[in-house]
């Protein structure tokens, strides 16, 4: 396959558009031609802003939010952390969930336990939690879905009289703010991520959040090596190797890119969330609109950055779906699962016996039957777009 063909555009309607600015391309330029590549002043410029942004105490960007995961959980049993976690310990794990924010918890040593999710918000609720939370639960992985989440204030006060850690995967919602408080900074840690199509794109990377200066100084730590480099400054011993480490260090072009779309984050937000209402106002008042979706709507309290567009089929229409989603594709419109659906169906889950009780997953089993996404651009689209895409969309009946 000739290079040109590999990339040549296969999507009229892909999850995300373009993805870089002219501006973005320029600043990454900046940094090759710099010749400084590895982790440096870039990374520490993102990490600083980045936190001031979003009122947060301390960042740590990684290459990727899925590696911003594994440190979080790494950490929590390490013997420089306080009030470490044992090997053992059960950390709750939502059933509609990435396999990068599962995984860690098994891999640190914990024994991750599935439980299911809000029908609404697609995310853990306070009466779930409060079912499923035992005396062996050390831990909770609370991932905000989409630009959405629960009562995330009364889940943390909650757990927080538990003593029980929470681990806040806001990786598809950088920008969400519930009761005036930005996603990300609820939990005692939080991830993010900067994939290609999520809310700004550095192509990779990911960041840290933590609420105390031990726990940063352990996450930099673990990022590189075991080093005491990025923590020890006046140390005269070059190579001093104070933990066990990974390397999972960040490119400034990384940095470069993710910091210069950053700034642009609010823009995004408004252009996301107008492109979702003209989408859903034509679906309803197509001449054709039989009610053949539930929308995606954001919980109370909940200012949105979306991350696509969700929809849950009607369930009349359900034996359709994966002829539709075909159509949708040969079409030039991109859709994806609802993350991955129940995680609980995937083969990995009995090769590492993790435990569930199936019918207790019930919303997450619905989810992933009657839900797909596609995406939102962050220019606006144009209506002839609009009209082609939802005209499309509502073919699902004609299977």
Not at 172 to 193: M, Q
Not at 208 to 220: A, E, Q
Request: proline letters at 3%; hydrophobic letters at 40%; aromatic letters at 12%.
């Amino acid at each position: 396959m000739t290079q040109k063909k590999y990339f040549k555009k296969k999507f009229f309607y892909p999850l995300l558009e373009g993805g870089f600015s002219n501006i973005d391309i320029k600043k990454a330029v900046s940094v090759l031609k710099s010749r400084r590549l590895t982790m440096s002043l870039k990374t520490r410029d993102f990490e600083n802003y980045f936190a001031k942004k979003l009122k947060a105490k301390y960042a740590v960007m990684v290459n990727s939010g899925s590696s911003a995961n594994l440190l979080i959980f790494f950490s929590l049993l390490n013997p420089l952390k306080k009030n470490k976690l044992k090997n053992g310990d059960e950390c709750l794990v939502p059933a509609l969930c990435w396999s990068t924010s599962l995984w860690p918890v098994l891999q640190s040593g914990l024994k991750p336990r599935l439980i299911d999710v809000n029908k609404e918000s697609f995310s853990l609720d306070l009466k779930t939690l409060k079912a499923e939370v035992t005396e062996k639960t050390k831990a909770v992985l609370l991932i905000n879905v989409l630009g959405n989440c629960s009562e995330i204030d009364e889940i943390k006060k909650f757990l927080k009289r538990k003593k029980i850690y929470l681990i806040e995967d806001n990786c598809e919602s950088l920008g969400s703010i519930y009761k005036n408080k930005f996603l990300g900074t609820f939990g005692d840690f939080s991830s993010f991520s900067f994939y290609f199509s999520h809310q700004i794109t550095s192509g990779e990377g990911g960041m840290i959040f933590c609420k105390n200066k031990n726990d940063y100084n352990l996450i930099k730590v673990l990022r590189a090596h075991g080093w005491d480099r990025d923590i020890n400054k006046k140390n005269s011993k070059s190579f001093n190797f104070i933990n066990m480490g990974f390397n999972l260090r960040p490119l400034e072009v990384s940095a470069a890119i993710g910091l210069n779309q950053f700034k642009r984050l609010n823009k995004f937000i408004v252009n996301r969330k107008k492109n979702r209402n003209q989408i859903i106002n034509y679906l309803k008042k197509n001449k054709n609109w039989k009610n053949q979706f539930d929308f995606f709507l954001p919980s109370k309290n909940l200012k949105p950055s979306w991350f696509g567009l969700p929809f849950l089929i009607n369930k009349k229409f359900l034996k359709n779906k994966n002829k539709y989603l075909n159509y949708l594709k040969k079409k030039g419109i991109e859709s994806r699962p609802i993350i991955s659906g129940n995680f609980a169906n995937q083969k990995s889950i009995k090769l590492f016996n993790i435990s569930y009780n199936k019918k207790k997953l019930k919303n997450a089993q619905e989810i992933e039957d009657r839900g797909f996404f596609i995406g939102l651009p962050t220019k606006i689209l144009k209506k002839n777009v609009i009209k082609l895409l939802t005209d499309h969309l509502l073919k699902i009946d004609k299977f």
